[in-house]
Structure formats: C-alpha cells, structure tokens
C-alpha cells in the first residue's frame, strides 16, 4: 500500500474542503456538458477511476489531471490566474507596506547620462 504524503495528511481542513468543492465543481461542469465520465477520462488520457477521484476531491490526483479536466472545458485560464500576482492582496499590501515614507527630489548628479 502507498504511504500518503505529509502534505496530504496534513492538510488544513479549509484546504480539505475546498478541493472536495472543487472536486463538485468539475463534476458539475461535466454534467452540464453532458460529457459522460468515460469520453473525459478519454479526452484527459487517463482513466475512468481517475476522473472519479478528480471528482471525489482526493487530494493525492495530480495537478496535471486538474490541467488536464480545465483544458477540456476550455478554462485553462483559469488555472494560470489561480495565484496571478495582479489579484494577490496580501502581496500587493506588503509590497505597498514597504515603499519608503519619504522620497526626495532627483538632483541633477542623478540624471547624469
């Protein structure tokens, strides 16, 4: 039997959730598809089982198969922006946190070409 990662066993239970959601989620938008489990497993290249476990929210399927389940719904997108630096507020609040308070006018030492 496989042992089960750290990472997996460990997981916050928020985190837990929210790929079970996201399991739903795809199973949702396969439905409403109306693309049955077997011709997804085909378009993916992987296995019926495959697709269940995506669907089930078994955190252990591999990022390639989510990949691969958004390329054929056509939100390949969507996976690329998951943590895009331009929606990351609390980046964006720890960049602005530490621009410095004051700034002083450019002398003309500076502007030397």
Partial sequence: MARTSRAVSG?????????????RDIS???RRRKIPQRLMAE???VSIQTVQRLEAGDPTVGLA????ALHVFGMT?????LVAPDSDRAGISEDLARLP????AISNDELDF
Avoid: D, F, N, Y
Wanted: net charge positive; charged share 20%; glycine share 4%.
């Fill in 11 to 23: 997981l916050p239970p928020q985190s837990q959730r929210a790929i079970v959601e996201l399991g």
């Fill in 28 to 30: 949702l938008a396969r």
């Fill in 43 to 45: 378009r993916m290249l």
């Fill in 65 to 68: 198969i989510l990949a691969s």
């Fill in 77 to 81: 997108a969507r996976l690329a922006a």
């Fill in 101 to 104: 308070k004051k700034t002083h």
